[in-house]
């Protein structure tokens, strides 16, 4: 891992004329990192880094520039987050990887580790002391999930929790605030929360807790402040909310701030004030999302940043000292999305994460006072971003009259000429999102002379709950008509070849890139299917999800009932399927399993469609193996330049609405 260093010589220099193409392994290997926090002290950097492809905590000593702790975990568990919670003490949780194409899933463990890699200790979980591998020490096993939500920056052996250990007659979860002991694993309860999991809690800086977000029976959001160590409910302006994420409390406990989904599709960010008792309308988008708030260095609100296409910094306290720095940092980076991820106690040191549709990402130490900025690490050093394809934010609207936003993605001029594209639907599909941020497969096929078409469909998150429920139980129908709308689209605006069109996707988009070829049949001259999904009835047996309650209610929730999964199986309609097909899969997958795979094969086999197979052994949800990926995309690219390929013989030019 390339962790500390200047910025390779080629980073910034001019492309050659008639320069070759990225070489495709640059676009399979994994990132060095995911995420950037500097200690309270300001001497340390904290980093999630990629190793063979699964999340490990890297320390990094910022004096002498090189890895003074670290922490990883057997393959299949990797770090999710990590929080500073003292000047030398890291706590991070622990998820479940099912491979890159899924979100893992939280474990509710927690690990706390020094800077210099010493006291590794195993602080909660089902695991405990006696079945912590290496040197940890531990606490006793204990079946639950705890959760850091205020690393008490005064208190510097503690750090507050959200706990869910007790159960009520029905064995639903009640939640507690706690303060955990990072060093020990020795928990004090302060407070036994009304209501059910999952829980939010914001405390302020000397750790008094000042309010909770919890669920009813039903699940829906329910507002509590904290007063006399007593909870009181606060009632939601306008009525109940169908989703809140609590953001925190300011340091100085006069203020929370929350972002609630409100009636009528309308997204809020809100202030409660703890001395009125009253919930307060900051800024409020009518239809889609508000956006993602931004807080200074007092917690308190300064700005939100919409990202419905490409970023935009909406500042709400223009005076604020770290509204007028973070302004002056997008300016100094032309633009690009910057994000402070963390700063030392006294402020004077922070972290920016910048990145953009061209650059992957770069980690910069910005120091105040003089202001001074400092290359650290990039996510991925070798990308060169002036030889990457630009993103275009797009939108478009719906037969139904919906917007859509989206992003196309292809060589400078290209989308102009009726470019042979490729729609790729990303994965999830309730919660996943696209963003205008630089994305390997769209880069690597827009470096062979395609055009990349990714949309943000009904169904995904990001654009307010009303967005995301328009999908629920419409795979087959709703959702594949926003796809379909967005290739009509692309072909009107002398963007897309109407003859050369391809559809390609994982998970999810996997499911997608068979589904719509099913429903739109003279649109697309090819798919191609990666970890995808195409028999949902044996997906809601088969699929992990399927392993807990919660997951068997989601799939009823988002799929409907086993008649309508069948209605939205591409393996029920194989038949009219007239383009062939790759189908590429991990024989480890869990989350959408082989058997996927070989229930389309077998379908495709049986009514002598064309199709080819590649099975990658021991991959799961997606590829861990850079070799692998590697294979993948090279296979692809063959796949596409056989059938919308500039060789390619034409086809019929599909209609525009």
């Given at each position: 891992?390339?962790?500390?260093?200047?910025?390779?010589?080629?980073?910034?220099?001019?492309?050659?004329?008639?320069?070759?193409?990225?070489?495709?392994?640059?676009?399979?290997?994994?990132?060095?990192?995911?995420?950037a926090?500097?200690?309270?002290?300001?001497?340390?950097?904290?980093?999630?880094?990629?190793?063979?492809?699964?999340?490990a905590?890297?320390?990094?000593?910022?004096?002498?520039?090189?890895?003074?702790?670290?922490?990883?975990?057997?393959?299949?568990?990797?770090?999710?987050?990590?929080?500073?919670?003292?000047?030398?003490?890291?706590v991070?949780?622990?998820?479940?990887?099912?491979?890159?194409?899924?979100?893992?899933?939280?474990?509710?463990?927690?690990?706390?580790?020094?800077?210099?890699?010493?006291?590794?200790t195993?602080?909660?979980?089902?695991?405990?002391?006696?079945?912590?591998?290496?040197?940890?020490?531990?606490?006793?096993?204990?079946?639950?999930?705890?959760?850091?939500?205020?690393?008490?920056?005064?208190?510097p052996?503690?750090?507050?929790?959200?706990?869910?250990?007790?159960?009520d007659?029905?064995?639903?979860?009640?939640?507690?605030?706690?303060?955990?002991?990072?060093?020990?694993?020795?928990?004090?309860?302060?407070?036994?929360?009304?209501?059910?999991?999952?829980?939010?809690?914001?405390?302020?800086?000397?750790?008094?807790?000042?309010?909770?977000?919890?669920?009813?029976?039903?699940?829906?959001?329910?507002?509590?402040?904290?007063?006399?160590?007593?909870?009181?409910?606060?009632?939601?302006?306008?009525?109940?909310?169908?989703?809140?994420?609590l953001?925190?409390?300011?340091?100085?406990?006069?203020?929370?701030?929350?972002?609630?989904?409100?009636?009528?599709?309308?997204?809020?960010?809100?202030?409660?004030?703890?001395?009125?008792?009253?919930?307060?309308?900051?800024?409020?988008?009518?239809?889609?999302?508000?956006?993602?708030?931004?807080?200074?260095?007092?917690?308190?609100?300064?700005?939100?940043?919409?990202?419905?296409?490409?970023?935009?910094l909406?500042?709400?306290?223009?005076?604020?000292?770290?509204?007028?720095?973070?302004?002056?940092?997008?300016?100094a980076?032309?633009?690009?999305?910057?994000?402070?991820?963390?700063?030392?106690?006294?402020?004077?040191?922070?972290?920016?994460?910048?990145?953009?549709?061209?650059?992957?990402?770069?980690?910069?130490?910005?120091?105040?006072?003089?202001?001074?900025?400092?290359?650290?690490?990039?996510?991925?050093?070798?990308?060169?971003?002036?030889a990457?394809?630009?993103?275009?934010?797009?939108?478009?609207?719906?037969?139904?009259?919906?917007?859509?936003?989206?992003?196309?993605?292809?060589?400078?001029?290209?989308?102009?000429?009726k470019?042979?594209?490729?729609?790729?639907?990303?994965?999830?599909?309730?919660?996943?999102?696209?963003?205008?941020?630089?994305?390997?497969?769209?880069?690597?096929?827009?470096?062979?002379?395609?055009?990349?078409?990714?949309?943000?469909?009904?169904?995904?998150?990001?654009?307010?709950?009303?967005?995301?429920?328009?999908?629920?139980?419409?795979?087959?129908?709703?959702?594949?008509?926003?796809?379909?709308?967005?290739?009509?689209?692309?072909?009107?605006?002398?963007i897309?070849?109407?003859?050369?069109?391809?559809?390609?996707?994982?998970?999810?988009?996997?499911?997608?890139?068979?589904?719509?070829?099913?429903?739109?049949?003279?649109?697309?001259?090819c798919?191609?299917?990666?970890?995808?999904?195409?028999?949902l009835?044996?997906?809601?047996?088969?699929?992990?999800?399927?392993?807990?309650?919660f997951?068997r209610?989601?799939?009823?929730?988002?799929?409907?009932?086993?008649?309508?999964?069948?209605?939205?199986?591409?393996?029920?309609?194989?038949?009219?399927?007239?383009?062939?097909?790759?189908?590429?899969?991990?024989?480890?997958?869990?989350?959408?399993?082989?058997?996927?795979?070989?229930?389309?094969?077998?379908?495709?086999?049986?009514?002598?469609?064309p199709?080819?197979w590649?099975?990658?052994?021991?991959?799961?949800?997606?590829f861990?193996?850079?070799?692998?990926?590697?294979?993948?995309?090279?296979?692809?690219?063959?796949?596409?330049d056989?059938?919308?390929?500039?060789?390619?013989?034409?086809?019929?030019?599909?209609?525009?609405?």
């Open positions: 891992m390339r962790l500390i260093g200047g910025i390779c010589a080629g980073l910034f220099a001019g492309a050659a004329l008639a320069a070759p193409p990225v070489p495709l392994k640059d676009f399979a290997r994994h990132d060095e990192f995911r995420d926090k500097i200690s309270p002290a300001g001497d340390h950097l904290a980093v999630v880094m990629l190793v063979d492809g699964q999340a905590l890297g320390i990094l000593d910022l004096r002498t520039r090189k890895v003074s702790g670290q922490m990883r975990f057997p393959k299949g568990n990797e770090v999710l987050d990590f929080t500073w919670t003292g000047p030398t003490r890291v991070a949780s622990v998820a479940r990887s099912f491979g890159p194409l899924d979100q893992p899933a939280q474990t509710g463990e927690l690990y706390g580790i020094e800077a210099d890699g010493s006291k590794p195993y602080l909660y979980g089902y695991r405990g002391a006696d079945q912590t591998s290496g040197a940890a020490r531990g606490v006793r096993a204990e079946y639950g999930w705890a959760f850091v939500f205020n690393p008490l920056v005064d208190d052996a503690g750090a507050l929790v959200t706990v869910y250990t007790q159960a007659a029905r064995g639903i979860k009640a939640p507690s605030i706690e303060r955990l002991d990072t060093y020990t694993g020795k928990r004090t309860m302060l407070a036994l929360l009304p209501g059910y999991a999952p829980v939010q809690a914001a405390a302020d800086r000397a750790g008094a807790v000042r309010f909770a977000v919890t669920a009813d029976a039903n699940g829906k959001p329910q507002l509590y402040a904290r007063e006399e160590k007593s909870w009181r409910e606060v009632a939601h302006p306008g009525g109940a909310a169908d989703e809140v994420t953001h925190g409390a300011a340091d100085d406990g006069s203020a929370v701030f929350l972002t609630s989904d409100e009636a009528g599709g309308r997204q809020c960010v809100r202030e409660y004030r703890v001395d009125s008792g009253k919930l307060v309308e900051r800024l409020c988008a009518d239809s889609g999302a508000v956006g993602h708030a931004i807080f200074g260095l007092d917690d308190r609100l300064i700005g939100v940043a919409r990202e419905d296409g490409k970023p935009e909406q500042v709400l306290e223009a005076q604020h000292p770290d509204a007028v720095l973070l302004r002056s940092l997008v300016k980076f032309g633009g690009q999305r910057v994000r402070l991820t963390s700063r030392t106690d006294d402020g004077r040191r922070l972290v920016a994460v910048v990145d953009s549709d061209r650059n992957p990402g770069e980690v910069y130490l910005v120091e105040r006072d003089p202001l001074k900025v400092t290359y650290l690490l990039g996510r991925r050093a070798w990308i060169d971003p002036k990457m394809a630009p993103s275009e934010a797009i939108t478009y609207r719906t037969r139904d009259g919906a917007t859509i936003h989206g992003f196309l993605t292809a060589q400078e001029g290209l989308a102009t000429r470019a042979p594209l490729v729609i790729m639907p990303h994965g999830g599909p309730h919660g996943p999102r696209d963003f205008w941020e630089w994305h390997p497969w769209a880069q690597a096929f827009a470096s062979r002379g395609y055009a990349v078409l990714r949309v943000n469909f009904r169904g995904s998150g990001g654009y307010g709950r009303a967005h995301e429920v328009a999908g629920y139980r419409k795979w087959g129908t709703l959702m594949q008509d926003d796809l379909t709308d967005a290739v009509r689209w692309a072909i009107g605006q002398g897309a070849d109407a003859g050369r069109v391809c559809i390609m996707g994982g998970s999810y988009g996997g499911y997608a890139a068979l589904m719509s070829p099913l429903r739109e049949p003279d649109l697309y001259r798919a191609i299917g990666v970890a995808g999904v195409y028999d009835i044996s997906l809601s047996e088969e699929s992990d999800v399927a392993d807990s309650q997951g209610t989601f799939l009823q929730k988002v799929l409907g009932g086993e008649e309508q999964m069948r209605e939205h199986s591409p393996v029920t309609y194989v038949e009219k399927l007239r383009i062939p097909v790759l189908i590429a899969h991990g024989t480890a997958d869990a989350r959408a399993p082989f058997t996927q795979a070989k229930i389309l094969r077998k379908a495709l086999e049986a009514h002598d469609k199709y080819e590649l099975e990658y052994k021991g991959e799961a949800h997606g861990y193996k850079e070799a692998n990926h590697e294979d993948f995309l090279k296979k692809s690219i063959e796949f596409l056989k059938h919308i390929g500039a060789g390619a013989k034409p086809a019929a030019a599909a209609q525009t609405q």
